[in-house]
């Protein structure tokens, strides 16, 4: 199965908004309501921030949101602070019973 | 929720070896558990499922026929073994922990151990 796409790259200002996407198939994305991401920083162990598409784990701040269109996943992260330069991945289930991850976007803060 | 790798090392192409997590704070026997890697610089990869009652496995074509993952309910503990390694599997692997709703996403993450496969 092959993985997900996302940008490499995404960087934004304090206080804005930035939108990272995740494309993939309807073997993927596009067929089921098991998307998640995770937030990793550098030497760290991902975390959990989206589950199901839409859904924030207790404790994951109301700044990270979610969403679906076709076969493409969103992150957006409104109010950018400087905690939140990191990297982002997305992660689906699949038709094969399995999951697959994106290659990762490395969020900047400027 | 705390999960606890141990088992990674330097091994030679083709040789074997076995991972451990170590699960404590919830209760292990409900829940499926996940490996993912990581290979140094990369993205995350998942490699395998294993329900909470073990009945059901998946795994990544990667993966599939060489790795085995399996658990101990009764030692709260996790295990992937790997046999056949190849210099693409060097990489660091977490364990993790279902969400309570369903298998498809790793609510809780271990820190990882490093496998380093090299002649």
């Known amino acids: 199965h092959s993985a997900l796409t996302q940008p490499a790259s995404v960087s934004g200002s304090p206080g804005q908004s930035i939108t990272i996407s995740c494309a993939g198939s309807s073997s993927d994305i596009g067929g089921y309501n098991y998307v998640s991401w995770y937030q990793q920083y550098p030497g760290a162990a991902p975390r959990l921030i989206i589950y199901?598409?839409?859904n924030r784990p207790s404790g994951i701040s109301d700044r990270f949101s979610g969403s679906k269109s076709g076969n493409t996943a969103s992150l957006t992260i409104s109010g950018l602070q400087a905690e939140d330069e990191a990297d982002y991945h997305c992660?689906?289930?699949?038709?094969?019973?399995?999951?697959?991850f994106g290659g990762g976007t490395r969020l900047t803060v400027l | 929720v705390q999960l606890v790798e141990s088992g990674g090392g330097v091994v030679q192409p083709g040789r074997p070896l076995r991972l451990s997590c170590a699960a404590s704070?919830?209760?292990?026997?409900?829940?499926?558990m996940h490996w993912v890697r990581q290979a140094p610089g990369k993205g995350l990869e998942w490699v395998a499922v294993?329900?909470?009652?073990?009945?059901?496995?998946y795994y990544a074509d990667s993966v599939k026929g060489r790795f085995t993952i399996s658990r101990d309910n009764s030692k709260d503990t996790l295990y992937l073994q790997m046999n056949s390694l190849r210099i693409e599997d060097t990489a660091v692997y977490y364990c993790g922990r279902v969400g309570i709703r369903n298998h498809w996403h790793l609510a809780n993450w271990g820190r990882g151990t490093l496998v380093s496969v090299s002649s």
């Open positions: 992660c689906s289930y699949t038709s094969s019973s399995a999951l697959v």
């Open positions: 294993i329900w909470y009652d073990g009945t059901s496995k």
């Open positions: 199901d598409f839409t």
């Open positions: 704070g919830f209760v292990f026997s409900s829940y499926g």
